[in-house]
């Protein structure tokens, strides 16, 4: 009897234990199961703010003006500026509005439909900007004088002038094309997260000054010309939109210089014959029409150049020491342009 009364005690006691043990488990799961909802919450909440943080990025960018804040890969974006139509291309920006009139037709911007077309800076039509409500405007050149008048359209977008002063007026032209370009690039480089990309096209914008540099000689005599409408006009050294800037930059010597010469991008009005008998040792072309103007318009300027009589007992002309830059150049002033035409240079001047 007692033992039958010591088993039954034995068993009453083993089902508490296991009892206490279920209750032990399943307090032991739901805790943990809590903790888990607690850090996938905790992660959610940490992977929405780093979205946030992402999409309200910005960055701090110094123009022609100041300093402005630019939203970081900005989805709606307007550019008016020469200097970056290739760069942006190439790094694949979409454009809502842009002066496609005056974008070369090798840039794909120039032809696609979906980009709203401002005109150009003659006559622009502003208020297209205004239309496509942009989160970015990029101004320079030749639209640098609309800057106030585009402000006070998209008084809610960042407006940055890239514009940099390569005039008669600029103290250092040759100094500020060289570093304009290179802060416009890293500019864009800042706001549209392409960094490295940046790097590459300053660098290889660097090793062509350097090539260029140490192919010419520092002797030879150079006359820039920018052809137009069949003429040939004189590109003063020091100043203006291609050639005279690189003078400064190159240490180059020219084989005239005149007073009060302008930096207006179809030169100035000297006689072709006044030009050939400086006997440049190397005639440095800009086809201005090439740009600008359809095959059936345009005379080419190495046509020009061939059959002006004055031109042809000169040095640069008998030797064969005359280079073109790229044909787009006056319409399509990027770092890209520069750099192919530098690099043209230091082959031409280093054979």
Not at 108 to 132: C, F, K, M, Q
């Amino acid at each position: 009897m007692r033992k039958s009364k010591f088993f039954k005690s034995t068993f009453i006691i083993a089902i508490f234990a296991i009892f206490a043990l279920t209750l032990a488990a399943c307090s032991n799961s739901s805790d943990e199961n809590e903790n888990a909802d607690d850090q996938t919450s905790d992660s959610a909440e940490t992977d929405e703010g780093a979205e946030d943080s992402a999409e309200d990025a910005t960055v701090e960018i110094t123009d022609a003006h100041g300093t402005v804040t630019v939203p970081v890969n900005p989805e709606n974006v307007v550019s008016l500026d020469s200097r970056t139509f290739q760069t942006l291309s190439d790094w694949g920006i979409e454009l809502s509005a842009a002066p496609r009139d005056l974008i070369p037709e090798n840039i794909p911007y120039a032809t696609d439909e979906s980009i709203e077309n401002i005109g150009n800076h003659r006559e622009p039509n502003l208020e297209i900007i205004a239309a496509v409500d942009p989160e970015l405007v990029i101004v320079g050149q030749r639209f640098g004088n609309y800057y106030e008048d585009i402000k006070e359209l998209v008084p809610n977008a960042a407006v940055i002038d890239l514009n940099f002063d390569v005039s008669e007026e600029a103290d250092t032209p040759g100094e500020n094309l060289e570093n304009g370009f290179k802060d416009v690039t890293n500019s864009l480089g800042q706001i549209f997260d392409k960094n490295e990309e940046a790097e590459q096209l300053t660098a290889d914008f660097d090793q062509a000054i350097e090539d260029a540099k140490s192919a010419y000689n520092g002797t030879d005599t150079i006359m820039s010309v920018i052809v137009s409408g069949g003429d040939i006009n004189f590109a003063a050294p020091h100043s203006g939109r291609v050639w005279g800037p690189l003078y400064d930059i190159f240490d180059w010597t020219p084989s005239l210089e005149i007073d009060q010469s302008s930096s207006d991008h179809q030169g100035d009005d000297i006689s072709v014959e006044a030009i050939a008998e400086t006997d440049p040792d190397w005639i440095f072309v800009m086809d201005r029409d090439a740009a600008v103007s359809s095959e059936e318009e345009a005379t080419p300027a190495q046509d020009v150049i061939d059959n002006a009589p004055a031109l042809q007992n000169t040095t640069a002309v008998t030797e064969g020491q005359i280079v073109y830059a790229p044909a787009d150049t006056y319409t399509n002033e990027s770092i890209q342009t520069f750099t192919k035409l530098f690099e043209d240079l230091a082959n031409t001047l280093a054979e």
